[in-house]
């Protein structure tokens, strides 16, 4: 098996098992492209995956539902993949590895072979006999009292973790159309412009807290992140109220 981890790899199988909703595996399918997923696999579904509820609620995710393949069993649409996942929020009389979603992903990334999850029907889940050809348990973690997803969140929230682990967005950032952060030299003549207004204004009663005051005020603009934008309006300001 090679060492670099090919992007076809890691997109894994998501396979719906015997799904009673046209409207559940559409929407499943606009979950699956939210996350650059496209292997999408029915298994002995109720209803036409093609129909017109099926790809209203699929919400130009068409691709994914003309690319899926139906299956009769389990067995057959498990058939080409290395190994095989079976999501389930109830516990099962079966000794087997259970995950989280992002342990699964990081069991995925590991394993390097063609993977494939398992979501059962809406009404059930799956049976004991589909987990049973499951390598490993995906356990999302949930409020106990009501840990019951519908197919398309269940989905959506296995995918996104998949999607999260090779996605590059940075965790925060701070948007800035047509401007940018103001340097140090912007923020220090804002500064000085403060200083002679307030210096004018008498609010330096006490000369000895003077610099106290001024490094108080530094603080507050430093943890302000302003923009070049900002320290120019917060001129402008300054300069109208002193003029009048």
Known sequence: MSDTFEEKDF????????PQLAEN????????MNCALSDMRLVDPDDDHLCSRALATASGADEILYGAKVFKTVEDAVGDLHKVYATTGRARDMIKPV?????????????NAKCGVLFGPERTGL??????????IVNIPLNPKHCSLNLAQAVLLVG????????????????????????????GHFMEHLETELEYAGYF????????????????????????????????????????
Do not use: C, W
């Open 11 to 18: 997109s894994p199988a998501f396979i719906l098992v015997r």
């Open 99 to 111: 995950f989280t979603a992002e342990g699964m992903v990081n069991d995925v990334k590991a394993l």
């Open 25 to 32: 595996i559409g929407s499943a399918a606009r979950a699956m």
């Open 205 to 244: 009663r006490i000369a000895e807290k003077k610099p106290r005051m001024m490094r108080n005020l530094r603080n507050i603009l430093a943890r302000a992140s302003l923009t070049s934008q900002e320290i120019r309006t917060l001129h402008g300001v300054l300069a109208d109220l002193t003029r009048k």
């Open 160 to 187: 996104y973790e998949l999607f999260k682990s090779t996605d590059a967005t940075l965790p925060q950032r701070l948007s800035m159309p047509n401007t940018e952060l103001a340097n140090k030299e912007e923020v």
């Open 127 to 136: 049976e004991n006999d589909d987990v049973a050809l499951a390598d490993a």
